[in-house]
């Protein structure tokens, strides 16, 4: 067998690559490798850094350039879309809105500790008014539901509706006093969890950027031109969530 050494030029330049111990025409071939280029450690360390934030669930990776604030943008939209969310439900009725009827559990019968969800069997929907309704997916599912609303502690009473055998309608009785300051405490905890959540976004931006003073990433005048907006941002989101408390607060105390 003749070395590698040996081989004819056309085989030398040719492409072809064989594993160690396959012969051609009377040729050894030694094993060919092929590398590639080392990941760069400034690229290994951002594929991390992403890895871990979409773990995390974060909607963006943190950006090298100071003046993007996208982060703090997003957390405080955030806060401020799950602030209009609670609100809307306390406005609605609070401790009546659709969500906690559906949510009492219907004993389907007696005798047996089987229960299921109200919001599986039937759906809740508010006519207008201070009345809400019932839509019932089974006829036999009428009476235990009724039942189950009955003892509920919501001190409501179902009636049939005249015209639907599998409708119920619930009559929302009008607030008190004490039903409305509960409402203006439970808004007010929600306007509070909003605006700790801008803070914390804040923080987590105002720490980036004096990670980036520290690394030299950033020129000072860069970042402080980015904390200068960064404050602006955060005292219009704070603002917007006071805001949207004040207006519901205001609504709730009429009604």
């Known amino acids: ?80 879309s799950r602030l209009k969310d609670e609100l809307t439900k306390l406005r609605t009725g609070g401790r009546l809105c659709p969500e906690t009827i559906e949510s009492l559990r219907v004993q389907l019968s007696k005798g047996t500790k089987e229960t299921a969800r109200l919001g599986d069997l039937a759906q809740v929907v508010p006519k207008g008014g201070r009345m809400v309704a019932v839509l019932v997916s089974e006829e036999s599912y009428m009476k235990p539901i009724s039942s189950a609303i009955l003892a509920s502690n919501l001190s409501l009473t179902p009636q049939q509706d005249p015209h639907n055998a599998l409708q119920l309608n619930i009559p929302i009785p009008p607030p008190t006093k004490e039903s409305r300051d509960q409402t203006v405490l439970a808004a007010k905890a929600a306007m509070e969890r909003a605006a700790s959540n801008v803070r914390e ?52 105390e009429r009604t």
Do not use: C, W
Not at 51 to 74: H, M, R, V, Y
């Open 1 to 80: 067998m003749r070395p590698i050494a040996a081989l004819p030029q056309f085989l030398k330049t040719s492409r072809i690559r064989a594993v160690r111990g396959i012969e051609l025409q009377g040729y050894a071939f030694r094993r060919s490798f092929t590398s590639s280029p080392a990941l760069n450690k400034s690229k290994k360390r951002d594929t991390l850094k992403q890895t871990d934030a979409g773990a995390k669930g974060q909607a963006t990776i943190a950006s090298d350039d100071p003046s993007d604030l996208s982060q703090l943008e997003l957390g405080i939209a955030t806060a401020v």
């Open 201 to 252: 976004t804040r923080g987590i931006v105002h720490k980036r950027l004096q990670e980036m003073i520290k690394k030299k990433i950033a020129r000072p005048d860069d970042a402080r031109k980015a904390q200068d907006k960064m404050e602006k941002l955060t005292e219009k989101g704070q603002k917007e969530v006071k805001d949207l408390f004040e207006v519901a607060k205001k609504a709730m």
